[in-house]
């Protein structure tokens, strides 16, 4: 806490003593924390860590989600699912600058990406939901989003012989509310993009990225990118004031989509202040920022480097950086996540190696 107080301050020392910490000394505790045992010898000591699929998953259950999830009854007038603005088909997300929710009403914030989310520290991006459960029952019951209630949902899928067997399978309880999170939430702790480029050269494939990847990866580093966006999910396991080193919003900087966490804690130290986001697939998932305003990843990069780090990035500097970051989206089903589709797992790097 004492270090955030420094960083949102702007003190420069802060910002230093945070980069060693996640440059020189976490990794060595990251590396403990989640290696898996069986590659762990070759893990290469970096903030940032790669993606394992999670073990103990219920085959069943996750069959059980994805139905769910993508089952549109789920919402008050059965025109909206999970699917609506986590579209698995486009890399998690909905691409719109503002989600429209249902009836088409205008959204406040951006749909972050469903890939990965189960590794962040809290979900949304003012962090009010602690556990994706809590998170389900934010949807169910938000008014711009399904607008509705558990005994009604729940009445929708008991009409439905396919649920009520498959419940009964699973659950001894049959079809509640805890259960119908359960098998959302287990679902979406699926979603994990395993075997990247850059986590197959994090396990020691020397080939797995290119001579600019890795100077992309450097800068990335040597900018102090990595104080914030590190660990597994690059990202997501921290909460950043937005306008560190200058003042970010401008003459509607008390919009209620502006106030970040404060609209949770109301703690006057909380204004403008977000969940940090993943950079897991930032490549394919745009437009960028809370409120969308960042419409290309150059644009963000930029905006990140004047407001968070107080410094300026040549462009050569930038497109080195956006190298690195396309070396971070990894595979769902056996398919390479891309724009807007999937493509072979495949990849030959020309350089030599290390």
């Known amino acids: 806490m004492l270090l955030y107080w420094y960083l949102a301050k702007g003190s420069f020392w802060a910002v230093k003593l945070l980069l060693f910490f996640f440059v020189v000394a976490a990794p060595g505790l990251l590396n403990g924390a989640i290696a898996d045992p ?8 970096e903030p940032v860590q790669p993606l394992f699929y999670p073990s103990g998953l219920n085959p069943e259950k996750i069959t059980l989600g994805e139905r769910l999830f993508h089952d549109q009854r789920l919402g008050r007038e059965s025109r909206m699912s999970c699917a609506t603005c986590h579209s698995l088909e486009n890399n998690g997300i909905d691409g719109l600058t503002r989600s429209m929710g249902r009836d088409k009403q205008g959204m406040l914030l951006n749909t972050p990406t469903v890939f990965n989310s189960s590794l962040n520290h809290r979900l949304f991006w003012d962090g009010r939901a602690h556990t994706l459960e809590a998170q389900i029952n934010f949807v169910v019951e938000g008014i711009q989003e399904f607008a509705t209630q558990w005994p009604v949902l729940l009445n929708k899928l008991k009409q439905d012989a396919q649920y009520r067997r498959s419940f009964s399978h699973i659950y001894s309880e049959g079809i509640t509310a805890a259960n119908v999170r359960n098998a959302i939430s287990t679902f979406v702790r699926s979603l994990i993009t395993i075997n990247s480029r850059f986590d197959r050269w994090l396990l020691g494939d020397v080939n797995a990225i290119n001579s600019e990847e890795k100077a992309g990866y450097h800068l990335f580093k040597k900018y102090g990118c990595i104080a ?8 997501g396991n921290m909460f950043q004031k937005l306008g560190v080193f200058k003042a970010f919003f401008g003459h509607d900087k008390h919009a209620r989509s502006h106030l970040g966490r404060y609209n ?3 703690k006057e130290q909380d204004k403008h202040v977000f969940r940090v986001p993943s950079l897991r697939l930032v490549v394919l998932t745009p437009p960028y920022f809370h409120d969308g305003s960042a419409k290309t990843l150059k644009d963000a990069i930029k905006v990140m480097a004047e407001y968070q780090l107080g410094r300026n990035i040549s462009e050569q500097d930038i497109e080195s950086i956006i190298a690195f970051l396309k070396t971070l989206p990894g595979e769902y089903k056996g398919r390479v996540l891309s724009d807007g589709a999937t493509q072979d797992a495949s990849y030959k790097n020309t350089d030599d190696p290390e």
């Open 38 to 45: 069986s590659t762990s010898l070759s893990l290469r000591h």
């Open 228 to 235: 914030c966006h590190q660990g597994r999910n690059v990202g």
């Open 264 to 266: 949770v804690t109301g």
